[in-house]
């Protein structure tokens, strides 16, 4: 079965930087790529970043790029996410979301999502 | 960056009834089209991906389709556990991009 679990998500003030975490299981976790997804309380859904499953080529939207990094670590099954500069508008629930391939696809699988706040 | 809007925003359906949701691209698509549900307090899930193909365990009430810049959601006869929200999302290009949602609602 796979499962997501998403941490690292809290209350932090305008500037500041978290890492947020996704423990993957139950699928070949190099295999695939790998998304953040994040939705703003009441709104819809923006994806984030992006990054392959093995030669590790990212990408970001616009919003984030400059700020926020995605990374993973194959050797523990985990994807990260680096986010300096936080403004209140980053506020959201942070999903992250597995992929179908292993440089794209839809999103097959989705975590509950961690919240971070920004705000002072 | 391909713009996807979703219409209407709220769509008031009878149980029993059909629904039709429509997702517009702003540029043409390949058949990279897929569809989510959500409901509140949960990750959304997987409906449709490939413009058409049904999910796993996905009922064959929800069927997907159109192409180029044209995409539809049709339920075909609305049970209770439906009325939610439903998203689509383009990943053809980068950045990937999803619609503003379309919230079924009972009438």
């Known amino acids: 079965e796979v499962q997501l679990l998403e941490s690292g998500g809290g209350l932090v003030r305008p500037g500041g930087s978290l890492r947020l975490s996704c423990a993957a299981s139950g699928f070949t976790f190099s295999s695939y790529a790998m998304s953040w997804v994040r939705q703003a309380p009441g709104k819809g859904l923006e994806w984030v970043a992006d990054i392959s499953g093995n030669d590790f080529s990212t990408h970001y939207a616009d919003s984030v790029n400059g700020r926020f990094t995605i990374s993973r670590d194959n050797s523990k099954d985990t994807l990260y996410l680096q986010m300096n500069s936080l403004r209140a508008e980053d506020t959201a629930l942070y999903y992250c979301?597995?992929?179908?391939?292993?440089?794209?696809?839809?999103?097959?699988?989705w975590g509950q999502g961690t919240l971070v706040t920004v705000s002072s | 960056e391909i713009v996807m809007t979703q219409s209407p925003a709220t769509l008031s359906v009878s149980p029993g009834e059909r629904a039709t949701l429509s997702c517009r691209a702003s540029?043409?698509?390949?058949?990279?089209l897929a569809w989510y549900r959500q409901k509140p307090g949960q990750p959304p899930s997987l409906l449709i991906y490939g413009a058409s193909t049904r999910a796993t365990g996905i009922p064959a009430r929800f069927s997907g389709s159109g192409s180029g810049t044209e995409f539809t959601l049709t339920i075909s006869s609305l049970q209770s556990e439906d009325f939610e929200v439903y998203y689509c999302?383009?990943?053809?290009?980068?950045?990937?991009?999803f619609g503003g949602g379309t919230k079924l609602e009972i009438k």
């Open positions: 540029q043409s698509l390949s058949s990279n």
């Open positions: 999302q383009q990943y053809d290009n980068w950045p990937l991009t």
């Open positions: 979301a597995k992929r179908t391939g292993n440089y794209g696809g839809n999103f097959d699988y």
